[in-house]
């Protein structure tokens, strides 16, 4: 098969067609809103206009349209102030009787670890199974507002936990199983649970790892837990640990229990989700259940455009964030397609063999997974059919415009490819995609419906055209509630409204194009300063990573001289030097792709770069060793080791 190119052009690389745009539900649920309110509604702009101005019918309509169970009082919007703002302060739900809103013997899960299909789940088994798991709780004294965290792999049992938990009102948290004790204890110790739910172990990239020493550690520094349900993921089940019961005998005990659900209000939370914790303790980011559903059933059925039975895939773990916004997909009436374990085992084909057997609709994935493919050489279009497959989903970081490139010359030439963009902050999208815009090369589409996000300059105005920082200025209804064990507000009000009062300032350094689209060029507190300007660390990562030589980099800032100097750090492929030639092509690449401001004076080459849990690489944490300061918080990093290796570096010293 001959491999199409694509260059940068005034040509978008894909456009929807007539057909796809009329039947998609945004136009449904644009025509609806231009026949009650009599407003124009010609295209996207329009409908984000409206959805700004008039966020109290927007809300309203969001509430009809999807279809959200419970009770949704008169008033939409108490006040309007960040923080402050109350969304639906009369309603009551329950976010699990949402999620299940949906009987019978359709597919509700597929589960594959590592290239294995478990059997699928069915609509009827899932209601079954958290309603088994829910008298679990209830008879162990469960209320709502008490806390039940979980200890998990990507797998079936860990939504029928958080489910039975929300239909409860019990607050949920959660953490993969390659987390270190110490990382566990600094999210769950903070919260308090009652209950762990934990798996006996996990397996990745082919080996089992079984997770009882941990364990033992984690239930002993968790003096509030009174219970403990094991999932024999490996087989093993408690194995004499303290506080703990066999999953299966547990709702085994419970066959024939009622499904029920706690209507609560609208703010009751339903998550805490933790910070990365890279600086520090990670913060305890406390989300509702009425914002959090909300958000998710606009993004899933309007942005996202899912239908009942279309299947949505999401590579994340328990520790994501994307895990959360997954499972929310069963809102809508989509059957989930869950993935545990390494996405290169056996091999590069593993999520693509996935796709084809279970028939995935939507594909969602990291920007960094995108580009080890492309430098793989992988071409999943010569092998895979992907006829299903209609839209691709990226995030976790920016996806530069050759990952683009990439994705239609050799993944898929005619899906939507949206990057989106929000974060564990609002458990939601600031910027992503829509079914009605085209795909431009390495843009993020569109503001999110409802989202007033801009650019500001540093003094607060909007700026079009150069980067910025990126923000809300409208109160939406997934903002946190608050942090825990943050009384006053203060570390939340810190968090996101100290530098522009009133205004959500994500942290984000970000630029609106002339497609009115978005490019995010990193984080703020990550970018580069040389000579007093401003660059963002991704706007060098999109030419690095062009080159076949180098398998990834890392840019940070040191401090040189009353000055600040760009050293970048760089992963070779197996078998290639960092020589001079190298360090030239380096260099000339960066500098011709993006400006001679943001050639680095160092470039060094490392075996390795430490990145988070959920795979993000942490240039904090390496600025932080470079200039001799301890990295508070190892726990948060998937290998802590690679910090030795940026220790004391004498190619720094002159």
Known sequence: MKKETFSETDKPLWTPTEEAVAGSNMRAFMDHVAARYGVAMNDYADLHHWSVTARENFWSEIWDFCGVVGTKGARVLDGDTMPGAKFFPDASLNFAENLLSREGDDVALYFNNEGVNAAPVTWTQLRRDVARFAAVLRGWGIAPGDRVAAFMPNCPEALIAMLAAASIGAVFSSCSPDFGVRGVLDRFGQTEPKVLIACDGYRYAGKTLPSHEK???IIAGLPTLEHVAIVPFIGEGPKGLAKAEDWTKLLGAHDGAALTFTRLPFAHPLYIMFSSGTTGVPKCIVHSAGGTLLQHMKEHKLHVGLKPGEVLFYFSTCGWMMWNWLVSGLSVGATLALYDGSPFHPSGDVLFDYADEVGVNVFGTSAKFIDALKKSGAKPRETHKLDSVRLILSTGSPLVPESFDYVYADVKRDA?????????????CFVGGSPLLPVWRGEIQARGLAMATDVWDDEGKPVRGQKGELVCTKAFPSMPIGFWNDADGAKYNAAYFDRFPGVWCHGDFAEITAHDGFIIHGRSDATLNPGGVRIGTAEIYAQVEQLTEVQEALAIGQDWEGDARVVLFVIMKAGVALDAAMEAKIRKRIREGASP???????????????????KITELAVRDIVHGRSVKNV???????ALDLFKNLAALQS
């Not at 939507?416 to 939601?428: H, K, P, R, V």
């Not at 726990?635 to 080791?641: G, R, S, V």
Request: charged share 20%; glycine share 8%; with cysteine.
């Open 635 to 641: 726990e948060a990093l998937a290998n802590p080791e």
């Open 597 to 615: 401001r943001h050639v680095p004076a160092k470039i060094v080459a490392v075996a390795d770069i430490p990145r988070t849990k959920s795979g």
């Open 416 to 428: 939507a490819l949206c990057s989106i963009s929000g974060g564990t902050d609002i458990l939601a």
């Open 215 to 217: 364990l033992a550690e």
